[in-house]
């Protein structure tokens, strides 16, 4: 099993320019998440997903979307970029349920420079 | 709302052992997860606790108690590769589904 995989890795763009990262996992998990992690900041939710087809604003959505076309997928468009989404994106990925313990399993990341 | 308060840097000796607390104040409570992420790296699992009390595991200890909302991580006979951020997490029940909230993590950094 890979886990969850990120693509790009690292991205540089200019101001107003648009891109899309891809998010992938083999694991066969319910739900899926798009973190960005800032200096001093920690990790903040920006969109997550419960299952196929379906997703939920998290605490940063702003000059975010989203889409979960396929269970596996789980896609983080930018449709004009500006400085201030320069950071480091992480996507995770759980198991179904909320009840019982459910560990969230990390991408490595993608680091994204908007000039 | 929720928030999550945890020291923002510790330093400790190669051999000791360093706690790392974590306060929070949440609306609803399923569960603490505490996790370690190395500089440029991704964050991974370490514990998780949801009931009061101690879970162990190895080196690394986890202390939880909900009523006063404070949570630690103990790390014993520290290692140089413990030098890390430890990112405390809580699960809100109330949400319906599992997103974690983050607290902006601890840069632990162990010494000589």
């Known amino acids: 099993n890979a886990g969850v995989t990120q693509t790009p890795k690292f991205r540089v763009l200019k101001t107003g320019q648009s891109m899309t990262l891809l998010c992938a996992q083999d694991?066969?998990?319910?739900?899926m998440y798009w973190y960005r992690q800032d200096p001093g900041m920690g990790l903040r939710l920006i969109h997550y997903?419960?299952?196929?087809?379906?997703?939920a604003k998290g605490e940063v959505p702003d000059g975010y979307n989203v889409s979960r076309l396929k269970k596996q997928n789980f896609l983080l468009g930018l449709e004009s970029a500006a400085p201030s989404q320069t950071s480091v994106y992480f996507c995770?990925?759980?198991?179904?349920?909320?009840?019982?313990?459910?560990?969230?399993?990390f991408g490595p990341g993608t680091r994204l420079t908007v000039l | 709302g929720q928030n999550i308060d945890q020291p923002t840097e510790m330093t400790a000796t190669e051999g000791a052992i360093v706690q790392i607390n974590c306060t929070y104040q949440?609306?609803?409570?399923?569960?603490l997860f505490w996790y370690q992420q190395h500089a440029g790296e991704a964050p991974t699992f370490l514990s998780y606790?949801?009931?009061?009390g101690l879970e162990e595991k190895g080196r690394f200890s986890s202390f939880l108690s909900r009523s006063k909302g404070y949570s630690y991580l103990l790390l014993k006979e520290l290692q140089m590769k413990d030098s890390a951020s430890y990112l405390c997490?809580?699960?809100?029940?109330?949400?319906?589904?599992?997103?974690?909230?983050f607290g902006k993590g601890t840069r632990l950094s162990v010494i000589a």
């Open positions: 997903s419960v299952g196929e087809g379906t997703t």
């Open positions: 694991m066969n998990h319910e739900y």
């Open positions: 606790n949801v009931l009061d």
């Open positions: 949440t609306s609803g409570f399923n569960g």
């Open positions: 995770a990925s759980t198991p179904w349920g909320t009840s019982s313990y459910n560990e969230q399993f």
């Open positions: 997490a809580v699960r809100n029940f109330n949400s319906g589904n599992t997103p974690l909230v």
